[in-house]
């Protein structure tokens, strides 16, 4: 019995593929929309409010301490992306390898080398 090719829609299909879409879904969209959030907070309150032109450190307004944190913000989110994407690999890894092991008998219709 020889083995045929794989297809996406066979991976697709995996519940260990399906559960990595899920846990990839629950991760990105908060951490995509906290992003847009706290990015575009700053234009926004600066365009509709006084509030961040107020003096915080001395002469040192708001909207600098808020504009430096974006900064901040940005690196802590590629640091905590980096490595849940670690982890994301090694599902994928893992994926991989059951697909590759599970294989699949030949099906009518589909050539086999």
């Known amino acids: 019995m020889s083995k045929t090719p794989l297809t996406y ?8 593929f399906r559960r990595l879409l899920r846990k990839k879904k629950r991760f990105l969209l908060p951490m995509s929309l906290f992003f847009l959030a706290f990015y575009f907070t700053l234009p926004i309150m600066t365009s509709y409010s006084k509030v961040l032109n107020e003096p915080a450190l001395g002469p040192v ?18 640091m905590i992306y980096s490595r849940k994407a670690a982890k994301f690999d090694e599902m994928v890894e893992e994926i991989k390898a059951e697909i590759a092991e599970r294989g699949k008998a030949p099906q009518k219709g589909r050539k086999t080398s």
């Open 9 to 16: 829609t066979d991976v697709a299909h995996s519940e260990s």
């Open 61 to 78: 307004s708001w909207a600098w301490l808020f504009a430096s944190a974006q900064f901040i913000m940005t690196w802590t989110l590629c």
